[in-house]
């Protein structure tokens, strides 16, 4: 159920005033920008708008960089901010975790990723070198510092080596569009240890860019952004982490995402004394948080500001609150404050239901990365049998012109019958294909090394198995279905036989071979009759659209009947 993030950036968030239902939207700063017009690689799509956004860059493959220079002097961390041009438009992205070093005498300062938004750091090191008076740092617009792969329309892979520079505009046209003219150093400010482009966001003309050079001698720019700057990184930031030889115990924690999606996980929880730590209350990032309860130990109030450790930026505990406040454009306003849980001695449950108070986590400028909110912390009392809720959202898309395929797409969630979680690590399921259990062979599903009924939940080959989907060879085949098995100790208990036909009809029965009696029983027992039944009782030959009754009865005498909807 853990949704799937989307972010490029981390970006300031604000709440929809308009929404029945407190949304918060992903809005990136916006630059005041203007339109670039820029030279297409051949066989390229290029498309504009009016904040430069470059379209083409969706057919650009792998960027691989490479070391410029050898760095000299000792290395010291620093914060990347700029706002870049992307397929999003014009995004402002700050706290990026970079480094810089300096040369003993001062003159040289290395900069490991003038463009870390586009390719990891540590990788190309460039060297800047410091002016005369030491108020600028220019930046050579001749080495290279990456290789970026395409694809032309008809497939081709090409290869072009890119540098760092200014460019050069001439314009603008009569539609408002600069043209570059070529391309120029980079020059930085100097302040200090900081360093940073001069411009006037408002009406900006200086782009840093990461380009090429075509063969006709034009200049293609990959990125390019403005206002960038290197600040050195805070000192003295410590990750919280829980005291020596904690043992912390296992808990659920059950909350709504930035999606509004219900989320049910297994975290810990620790107490030491009055101090509370968390390692859930960061939505996927799965860092520790640290509070403390009140003089009662009813209230646990954990603090914002605390820091969160780097991955990729420098994280900070964020939470914040909306009161109905808005702003001119009509959003809500996002207020910092610390988030509260309530703690019920009796149950051992923390929770803040209020829908309007959010924990989260971001940048150091405020800007947010991931929130949640409608929090309850549960403690958990350990694996036990449970029957496992049914796949469902299936549906089969059919590739077989193309790839000689169908694919089963499925969703299935860790909960039981009741909608409580289960742990997926005992969660698995089994493929049907034309209501039959069905093996995985090597030679259909060309990334396995060996048979498999059994498919372990979220197990992925790479190829043609996934979390939720699974591409299936058989194209003689007329139906797809999926079945849960939940697995606790030597007892195992199946969901109900869930497929879907071609034209989107849905059958839900038990699989009799593995389960006869449905939901209640988890013992095999032999089948000895099956009849389909209308919803008014009347006996029918095959299943019919609308509501039919399954009925079955056991070798023992026991009888089972199954609703059953095909549309």
């Known amino acids: 159920m853990k949704k799937l993030l989307l972010l490029v950036a981390a970006a300031t968030l604000m709440l929809g005033a308009t929404a029945a239902t407190p949304k918060i939207a992903t809005q990136a700063k916006q630059a005041s920008v203007l339109k670039l017009n820029q030279v297409a690689k051949t066989d390229v799509n290029k498309e504009y708008t009016a904040t430069g956004m470059l379209k083409s860059q969706a057919n650009a493959g792998a960027m691989r960089a490479k070391a410029a220079v050898t760095p000299e002097g000792e290395t010291k961390p620093y914060m990347f901010s700029a706002y870049l041009s992307s397929l999003f438009g014009m995004s402002y992205y700050s706290g990026i975790a970079v480094n810089i070093s300096k040369s003993e005498d001062g003159s040289k300062v290395f900069f490991d990723n ?49 540098y760092v520079g200014e460019l050069v505009l001439s314009g603008p046209d ?35 860019a990461l380009f090429d050079y075509e063969p006709d001698g034009s200049i293609y720019a990959w990125d390019y952004m403005l206002c960038p700057s290197f600040e050195p990184a805070p000192e003295g930031l410590e990750v919280v982490e829980l005291p020596e030889g904690a043992e912390p ?79 001119e454009d009509g959003y809500l306003i996002v207020k910092p404050g610390d988030f509260e849980l309530t703690f019920d001695p009796e149950t051992g449950v923390y929770s803040n239901l209020d829908e309007n108070k959010y924990s989260a986590y971001g940048l150091i400028d405020g800007s947010l990365y991931d929130y949640a909110n409608s929090y309850q912390v549960k403690p958990y009392a350990g694996d036990v049998p ?5 796949p469902y959202n299936l549906e089969i898309y059919d590739y077989t012109a ?16 009741d909608g409580n979680w289960i742990n997926p690590e005992n969660l698995s399921y089994y493929l049907y294909v034309d209501g039959e259990q069905y093996t995985l062979t090597p030679e259909v599903f060309t990334m396995l090394e060996e048979n498999m009924d059994l498919i372990p ?37 199946y969901s109900n036989v869930v497929s879907v036909d071609l034209e989107g009809n849905v059958t839900v029965v038990p699989a009799p071979q593995l389960n006869p009696d449905g939901l209640n029983n988890v013992t095999a027992k032999q089948i000895t009759s099956v ?7 009347r006996k029918l030959d095959a299943a019919q659209k609308g509501v039919n009754v399954v009925k079955m009865v056991a070798s023992d005498g026991t009888v089972k009947a199954v609703k059953m909807y095909k549309k």
Request: negative net charge; glycine residues 10%.
């Open 114 to 162: 003038m463009f870390p938004m586009s390719f990891n750091n540590g990788e190309t090191w460039v060297q800047g070198n410091v002016s005369t008076d030491g108020t600028s740092v220019v930046i050579p617009a001749d080495v290279s510092v990456a290789e970026m792969d395409w694809t032309d329309s008809a497939g081709e892979l090409h290869t072009d080596i890119c």
């Open 402 to 417: 193309s790839w000689g395929q169908y694919c089963l797409y499925y969703d299935l969630d860790p909960l039981d019958v």
């Open 457 to 493: 939940y979220g197990f992925a080959d790479g190829w043609d198995i996934g979390n939720g989907y699974i591409y299936v060879g058989e194209p003689l085949m007329t139906t797809l279905g999926v079945q849960a098995v939940y697995t606790v100790g030597e007892e195992t208990n």
């Open 386 to 390: 449970a029957v496992p809720s049914d």
């Open 531 to 537: 009849a389909i039944y209308d919803a008014e009782g």
């Open 249 to 327: 115990a296992e808990f659920i924690y059950y909350y709504n995402d930035s999606w509004e999606e219900p989320v049910m996980e297994k975290g810990l929880v620790y107490v030491d004394g009055d101090d509370v730590y968390m390692n859930d209350l960061t939505p996927g990032l799965d860092a520790w948080v640290k509070g403390t309860k009140d003089k009662l130990g009813t209230t646990v109030t954990f603090p914002q500001g605390q820091f969160l450790g780097i991955d990729g930026y420098y994280l900070f505990y964020t939470p914040f609150y909306v009161d109905g406040e808005v702003d």
């Open 174 to 208: 009569e539609e408002g569009y600069y043209t570059i003219e070529g391309v120029k150093e980079a020059v930085y400010a100097k302040d200090g240890d900081t360093y940073f482009v001069e411009d006037d966001l408002n009406n900006p003309m200086r782009y840093i």
